[in-house]
């Protein structure tokens, strides 16, 4: 059986010499301790990082110069400005030199679209022009490299071993007045679900000062060894810090810088499938002890899933012999292993626990987020009344084709849903196919409305299939039918 990624071959070149210390922080000793010895060990490994990017303005020309009359008394004499110009955009960030001989691992939006990129070394003030090994915006993660030998390498520490009330330290250049050190506690580990930020998120959060200028770089541990790339926070209405900062753990940035410098890109496993958390409502009408794993949504055909059985429905809870908590724990443990990898599932299938071993293939590139202009499916003419206000329609083949649905797929097309309503608060929306109701399959309107209202007990399980740009595929929802009709 082939294993996950911990430690990645260089290939041909020999790699960066990387110091690494595992052993755990001396959390006594440092109760009350002056930080200086940490900060002369650890800083003068943060460097600054200066990024520029060539912005062209396109010739912004006056219309009464295409005037014929005007043109007579101008001729071919236009202003400068006509032609156009380009303008320096600079941005400023962060760096960690974690090799001797010049590899700095850095946030991905530091240069992400640079077309230049100065590194300056914090202790002699020396700059160095930077090249891009690698970078992988789905982690916020870059690495560059510069010529330069016998730097100040700062030591990787083990993010896994960090506790949430561990002191730490952050260090970078906010707001372009030097080189800064603030100090803070661990507040919250494997923080994920944040919207606009990277896609794979596992961040330490920390109270320590992060303000802009601080992204890329380094958040250490009280030994003064890396633990973590300072990369965003959640800023007040000036855009600076209010003690709520996150970092991508160390653990996870190694992963990612290593497969960087040994190919250039990352490559990472998948199993073709949709996932959803679940719910306390999907838990009660799955009957489910609790809300813990991934439940599968949706199984793609000629899927490594789909070979090994995976079953729509299904709720994976383990995975390599690991527990899963969440879509989210369970889609970091698949990002970690290569293409190719064999690894081991366990999960809930028809309330039975089950082990099975699949392959994966490789993750894809990011699907384009907007499908284009659709057509609004057709009214409906059914009532609902036992899903509370949900109007369907017999799914049309155009309808079908727009919605990316497969041939043979059967359904009943939501075409009007009241806002006031059981089942918009469950999640369902205009345009949705209702597939099954409490896992009885829905073939046309009719069959909706007969389920419907033949559906008992507290909650009605569906599965629908959904359309979000080019995006599609199938869900589950849980509408509470306790109120219904009340």
């Known amino acids: 059986m082939a294993a996950c990624f911990h430690l990645t071959s260089w290939g041909k070149e020999a790699g960066p010499a990387i110091k690494v210390e595992t052993t755990p922080v001396n959390r006594a000793a440092r109760l009350g301790a002056s930080f200086a010895p940490v900060v002369k060990k650890a800083a003068p490994s943060v460097v600054n990082i200066y990024s520029t990017h060539f912005v062209h303005i396109r010739p912004m020309r006056n219309p009464l110069f295409a005037d014929p009359f005007f043109r007579q008394f101008l001729g071919s004499q236009f202003p400068a400005e006509s032609r156009g ?19 700095i691992l850095t946030a991905n939006h530091v240069v992400d679209g640079a077309d230049e990129i100065e590194v300056a070394i914090a202790d002699n003030k020396k700059e160095f022009t930077a090249r891009v090994v690698g970078t992988d915006p789905l982690t916020d993660v870059a690495v560059l490299k510069i010529d330069a030998q016998d730097l100040p390498a700062i030591t990787l520490g083990d993010s896994d071993q960090l506790e949430v009330g561990d002191i730490v330290l952050a260090i970078g250049n906010p707001y372009r007045i030097g080189q800064t050190v603030t100090m803070g506690i661990v507040s919250a580990l494997g923080r994920s679900g944040l919207t606009g930020f990277n896609q794979y998120q596992n ?22 060894r890396l633990v ?15 003690g709520i900062g996150f970092a991508v753990p160390i653990n996870m940035a190694r992963r990612v810088m290593e497969l960087l410098i040994a190919g250039g890109k990352v490559t990472r496993g998948d199993l073709a499938i949709l996932l959803q958390d679940i719910t306390p409502r999907l838990a009660k009408s799955l009957g489910l002890p609790d809300q813990k ?3 599968v949504s949706d199984v793609f055909p000629n899927s490594p899933a789909e070979k090994a059985g995976i079953k729509s429905g299904d709720v994976i809870v383990g995975f390599n012999g690991k527990d899963i ?48 202009d659709q057509k609004k499916p057709g009214a409906g003419n059914s009532m609902m009344d036992a899903l509370d206000g949900v109007t369907v329609a017999d799914l049309e083949p155009e309808v079908r084709r727009q919605l990316g649905m497969p041939a043979g ?6 075409s ?7 089942s918009t608060e469950a999640g369902l929306q205009y345009g949705d196919v209702i597939m099954e109701i409490n896992r009885q399959t829905v073939s046309n309107s009719n069959d909706a409305v007969t389920l419907g209202r033949q559906a008992k007990g507290d909650q009605i399980l569906l599965k629908i299939w959904r359309r979000q740009g080019t995006l599609a595929g199938t869900c589950y929802l849980s509408v509470d039918n306790t109120r219904i009709g009340k």
Not at 85 to 103: C, F, H, W
Not at 409 to 414: E, H, S
Not at 416 to 422: M, R, W
């Open 85 to 103: 110009r380009t303008l320096r955009k600079q941005g400023l960030g962060s760096g960690v030199i974690i090799s001797p001989d010049g590899y």
């Open 203 to 224: 961040f330490i959060q920390t109270d320590a000062a992060i303000n802009p200028g601080n992204s890329g770089g380094a958040l250490v541990d009280a030994e003064g």
């Open 228 to 242: 973590g790339i300072n990369t965003a926070i959640i800023a007040n209405d000036t855009g600076g810090n209010q």
């Open 293 to 295: 794993g991934a439940l």
């Open 325 to 372: 908590t969440d879509v989210n724990s369970f889609q970091l443990a698949v990002s970690e292993c290569a293409p190719g990898s064999s690894v081991m599932l366990k999960l809930l299938h028809n309330g039975r626990l089950e082990t099975v071993t699949v392959v994966l293939t490789e993750l894809p590139g990011e699907a384009a987020q907007n499908g284009g």
């Open 409 to 414: 797929a059967r359904g009943a097309l939501v």
């Open 416 to 422: 009007n849903i009241e806002q006031a309503s059981n």
